[in-house]
């Protein structure tokens, strides 16, 4: 997105951190609807950004033709259904690992393991219960978890590719 605006003359992300906050996304969705003034633009700014509204005037004073309106449109589409999808993901992998709270939990205390890894890592388990897994640095072994003391003798445990 940051390329079709700045193709627009939109210099956005000299102002702002990133296009993909909240403001930025406003910003973006309106200049695809075909909102082009920059006073207009510049207001749709939020929390910290308010205190730039003269920098985003100058900066979302540019001009956007059709094509770039329509590119943009098309990857807010694509963006939110990609959002649409990791959502309805994340309910299926919620659903599947129902039976392996605990799981989940003795591998969420492991430093270094997070939720979402631990999720990994027993579903993997549900799948292969039988097999030593390789994830995220960890050899796992159901009812075991240990981190090699070096990747070398990690590879020497398991030497199958990653």
Not at 79 to 101: P, Q, T, W, Y
Not at 136 to 154: D, F, I, Q, Y
Request: charged share 25%; with cysteine; hydrophobic share 40%.
């Amino acid at each position: 997105m940051g390329k079709v605006l700045e193709g627009a003359n939109i210099k956005l992300t000299s102002v702002a951190s990133s296009i993909e906050t909240l403001s930025g996304m406003s910003m973006v969705k309106a200049l695809s609807e075909g909102i082009v003034d920059a006073d207009a633009l510049a207001e749709m700014a939020q929390g910290s950004m308010r205190s730039k509204i003269d920098d985003l005037k100058r900066a979302m004073n540019g001009l956007i033709q059709p094509h770039q309106q329509m590119m943009l449109k098309t990857m807010l589409t694509h963006i939110n259904e990609l959002s649409r999808l990791i959502n309805l993901l994340d309910a299926e992998i919620g659903v599947r690992m129902r039976d392996e709270v605990e799981l989940v939990e003795a591998l969420d205390e492991i430093s270094g393991v997070g939720t979402v890894s631990a999720r990994n890592s027993a579903q993997t388990w549900t799948y292969f219960p039988q097999k030593r897994i390789w994830r995220h640095g960890l050899v796992c072994v159901r009812g075991a978890t240990r981190v090699p003391a070096s990747e070398k003798a990690a590879r020497h445990e398991n030497p199958t590719p990653r």
